[in-house]
């Protein structure tokens, strides 16, 4: 099983409609999530963390936790065709001790269609 | 704030040299940095992590003699591909994790090596 899962994609929605984007992780004690969004040919770019259980909004992003269910999840309300990516979720490992890095999903591929 | 760059953002070098990239936090200090490369529509793939000061750890399956990493400063991280090859040709990528952070990283650009 995978550490982090994310379903490939893509996912397609019209633009104006709410992309919904989900993420399970295996590890029960991970405390710190992330989404990033990646364009094609670009770096990855820190877009939400979250790290209670609950919702955090950005702008049109918000982010969902759920520790319980082991689920993190990204909303995009108004969806633009600039919000067309792949979405990168990741998860710290718990007891890394020193190694502070993440563990990350294999992205979704969004594409808002005009 | 949180902005990290990378040096040269391309860079295209014969089979058998060395190429040096180097990766810098511009306004935060980075304890630690961390060295990703990803293939053409394949996802990230950790190399390895380093903290300023120490050796790097490296992710199982990467040559640490072909990928020396040197993190001299809070500030300044190096990966040198030396003896490339056409195989090593890949988009690599920094990222910087600042002092007291909750482990969100920052990207930097990002540098596409092309290895002929």
């Known amino acids: 099983q995978k550490e982090v899962e994310q379903n490939s994609g893509p996912l397609s929605v019209p633009e104006g409609a709410i992309a919904s984007l989900n993420c399970t992780y295996s590890?029960?004690?991970?405390?710190?999530f992330f989404w990033y969004r990646q364009y094609s040919g670009k770096s990855p770019e820190l877009i939400m963390s979250i790290y209670s259980n609950g919702d955090k909004e950005d702008g049109r992003f918000t982010a969902q936790l759920n520790k319980a269910s082991q689920y993190v999840s990204l909303l995009i309300r108004d969806s633009q065709p600039s919000d067309s990516a792949t979405y990168l979720c990741a998860v710290n490992p718990p007891n890394a001790g020193n190694n502070r890095k993440l563990i990350w999903g294999l992205g979704t591929s969004l594409a808002v269609n005009p | 704030g949180a902005v990290v760059s990378q040096h040269p953002s391309r860079v295209i070098c014969k089979s058998g040299t060395s190429v040096k990239i180097e990766c810098r936090s511009l306004d935060f200090q980075a304890t630690t940095m961390f060295w990703y490369r990803q293939f053409p529509k394949q996802s990230l793939m950790l190399m390895a992590t380093?903290?300023?000061?120490?050796?790097?750890?490296?992710e199982q399956g990467v040559e640490k003699d072909k990928f020396l990493i040197n993190h001299a400063s809070l500030t300044l991280s190096t990966l040198t591909v030396t003896s490339a090859h056409p195989e090593d040709s890949s988009f690599y990528i920094c990222?910087?994790?600042?002092?007291?952070?909750?482990?969100?990283?920052?990207f930097g650009p990002g540098t596409r090596l092309t290895v002929t």
């Open positions: 990222s910087a994790q600042g002092t007291g952070s909750l482990y969100e990283q920052y």
């Open positions: 590890d029960r004690g991970s405390q710190s």
């Open positions: 380093s903290n300023e000061g120490s050796k790097a750890t490296y």
